[in-house]
């Protein structure tokens, strides 16, 4: 049974970063291509930024050149950089497949707010 474990949400000022994290079990982690989504108030859930398991990565074009996602294959962890955070950022952020492959874990909070 896949099971997603997101943590690293918290209120911070704009401007400024936070790291999220995605702990993955039930999967063989490290052939999976992951993705970070987001659902903020009021919204459908989007899709962030994925990297396969090459290493090879995508961006939404809200979040180019300011969000970075990684993965550590030992640790079936994905991580999601996120520097220059705005009040657009605001959301609740998920992992998950790239394509979306289970059922969604309890995500995480980023309020981007002064």
């Known amino acids: 049974q896949v099971q997603l474990v997101e943590s690293g949400g918290d209120l911070v000022q704009p401007g400024g970063s936070l790291r999220l994290s995605c702990a993955a079990s039930?999967?063989?982690?490290?052939?999976?291509?992951m993705g970070w989504y987001r659902q903020a108030p009021g919204e459908q859930r989007a899709f962030v930024a994925a990297?396969?398991?090459?290493?090879?990565?995508t961006y939404a074009g809200s979040v180019k050149g300011r969000f970075t996602i990684s993965r550590d294959n030992a640790k079936n962890t994905v991580y999601l950089q996120m520097n220059s955070l705005k009040p657009d950022d605001t959301a609740v952020y998920y992992c998950n497949g790239y394509p979306v492959f289970g059922l969604w874990g309890q995500g995480t909070q980023v309020t981007v707010s002064s």
């Open positions: 990297i396969t398991s090459g290493g090879t990565t």
């Open positions: 039930g999967i063989i982690f490290s052939i999976k291509a």
